[in-house]
């Protein structure tokens, strides 16, 4: 059993930075891909970043060159740098880990997933 437990989330204006953080349980974190995932009112949940166990990112395109996905295994956790916010990234953000290391971005791939948090960018 994983435990992922986010936090970081809040309102910005337009332009503005946040950063999340997902501190996970378990004793083989560097083992897993951590995923980013965002789900606004009436949408579905979306693929935002992925990092695998090695070193490998991936970005959906609205958000190449403003959030930045990083892991501290060390510290069991993994971030999200959320750069040049626009209104049409609010939504819940939900972290999630995938302990048989696929390195998928697909919603199914995940086997754990934290709570959420809410971001919110005003124009």
């Known amino acids: 059993q994983v435990q992922l437990v986010e936090s970081g989330g809040g309102s910005v204006q337009a332009g503005g930075s946040l950063r999340l953080s997902c501190r996970a349980s378990?004793?083989?974190?560097?083992?897993?891909?951590m995923g980013w995932f965002r789900q606004a009112p009436g949408k579905e949940r979306e693929f935002v970043a992925i990092?695998?166990?090695?070193?490998?990112?991936s970005y959906i395109n609205s958000v190449k060159g403003r959030f930045t996905i990083s892991r501290d295994n060390a510290k069991n956790t993994v971030y999200l740098q959320m750069n040049n916010l626009k209104p049409e990234d609010t939504a819940v953000y939900y972290c999630?880990?995938?302990?048989?290391?696929?390195?998928?971005?697909?919603?199914?791939?995940?086997?754990?997933w934290g709570q959420g948090t809410q971001v919110t960018v005003s124009s």
């Open positions: 999630a880990a995938d302990i048989r290391a696929r390195g998928l971005s697909i919603y199914a791939a995940y086997d754990y």
């Open positions: 378990g004793r083989t974190f560097s083992t897993y891909t």
């Open positions: 990092s695998t166990s090695g070193t490998s990112t």
